[in-house]
Structures are given as structure tokens and as C-alpha cells.
């Protein structure tokens, strides 16, 4: 249990000095809107927004992420051969991934609903993040009320 306390606060530790470093570099190159030609920045988000637009890349991510969960809870819960301990970090893993991808969909839910009602993209981001903190909170009380957590 301590090494894991450690390791959690090594991790964190990490986190921020990262962030840290990331706000820094860019307050550094920061200049004023309009100045300059575009910017590789620009240049990366524009493409990645293209990209985010068709179709087939959300039915593709779709069908890798549904055959990923199915055939990782496959080995999770099938008689492959796999030592017990790893099927269980396994199903783990897949609970975490489902978890993250529902509370994923309410926070982009509530944000695109936000900017839909015409507001800015700070009010989205704290309409989401206030929707993901409530599926959070949720959690915690449900593990508290009836242990769905292991």
C-alpha cells in the first residue's frame, strides 16, 4: 500500500512540474491575436478538426473501440490460459475504459450543448466539468452506499 501511495505521488509530482514547464513554454511564445502568419499550431489543430469531421473516422474509432472492450473482457473472463491475477487487471481496465468513455460522452454532452445555446468555450468546459464531476461524485457515493467497486 505505501509503494503505491508513492508511486501515486511521484506521478502526481510529475504532473505538475510537466504542467508546470507546458504553461511557462507558453507564455514564453505567446503574442498578441492577428500577429504573424499562421502558426504550426494552426496549422495541427485545422487538420486534426478536418480529420474530426468525417464520418468514417468516428465509425472506425467506434468499431476499434467495441471490438478493443469486447476482446479484452473476452480474455478477462475466458479460459485462456491467462494467470488470474492478470484477468482481473484486465477486467479492471475494461471498467475504467467504459467508465472514462461514459463520463467522456456527459462531458462533451454538456459542453456541446452549452456552446449550441451560443455561449463561449470557457462556459462549455465548466458546464462539462461540472457534469463529469457530478458523474464522479455519484460514484463515490454509490461505492459508499452499496460498493459497486470491487
Known sequence: MVSLTLL???LMGLLVVATFVAVAQIGAKRTAPG???ASRYDAITETLSDVARKPVVWAVAFVAIAVGVGAVSLLA???FGLPE???GSL????YAVVG???TGFVFLG???SVRGRGLGNAHGVAAGSFAAGLVFLILIVAQLLIGVIG
Open 91 to 94: 477486467l479492471t481496465v475494461v
Open 8 to 10: 501515486s505521488t511521484a
Open 35 to 37: 500577429a504573424g502568419s
Open 85 to 87: 491475477g492478470l484477468s
Open 77 to 79: 473472463v475466458g479460459n
Open 110 to 112: 454538456a459542453y456541446f
Open 100 to 102: 472514462l468513455l461514459l
